[in-house]
């Protein structure tokens, strides 16, 4: 009798993978000059709240001591163009002239860490923990496999500026005289997965 139930509890039980809701962004197109500025804005998927208890940000791309290459994330409002405006930013992270960064909307901060090579292929990963209400819980970085801090960066309490909740779009830019050729992806996961037992 025993394995009869078992083999019935088998049948009704159906295991779903949580789908993660994804943003690859286009590479950015080469500046119309050495070394002037490009960047391109996309905006963020419309249900990437959906179940998201973990944000990650992938960013790789070939770093020099002289270029800079960065993610601004924000919402859109003023008006709602597809433009992510200076005004709208909450927050900007990335490389700038061999340094990591991270920057609040205010511009009056700025947070930095030395990575130990400045040159040659990085890949910064950003992931921000959000409890079952959405509120942030943690945020970590890393370069590669190397994790990392921005001294003088306090989370606790989480501060609104780096919630990705309520982003809306986001916007990169690169500059320097060097091709960065970045990809970017950003990655709004559920945790784990959902059983259904019928």
């Not at 992806?185 to 945790?191: E, I």
Request: proline share 9%.
């Amino acid at each position: 009798m025993r394995h009869v139930l078992t083999a019935i509890s088998t049948g009704l039980a159906a295991v779903f993978p949580a789908l993660a809701v994804t943003l690859d962004v286009e590479r950015l197109p080469a500046p119309p000059f050495p070394g002037w500025e490009v960047s391109s804005d996309a905006a963020l998927p419309s249900n990437r709240t959906d179940n998201m208890r973990t944000f990650r940000l992938e960013l790789t791309f070939n770093a020099t001591p002289s270029n800079n290459v960065q993610v601004a994330f924000g919402r859109d409002t003023l008006p709602e163009d597809g433009f992510l405006e200076a005004e709208e930013t909450d927050c900007i992270i990335g490389f700038d002239c061999g340094e990591w960064f991270l920057r609040p909307q205010d511009m009056r901060d700025r947070y930095t860490s030395a990575p130990a090579n400045t040159s040659g292929p990085h890949t910064l990963k950003v992931s921000v923990r959000v409890n079952a209400q959405g509120v942030p819980q943690s945020a970590a970085f890393s370069d590669g496999e190397d994790a990392f801090t921005f001294p003088g960066l306090t989370l606790s309490p989480f501060p609104d500026w780096l919630n990705p909740g309520l982003w809306t779009h986001l916007r990169v830019t690169a500059r320097g005289s060097s091709a960065a050729n970045e990809t970017i992806g950003v990655r709004y996961l559920p945790d784990g997965a959902k059983i259904i037992i019928r």
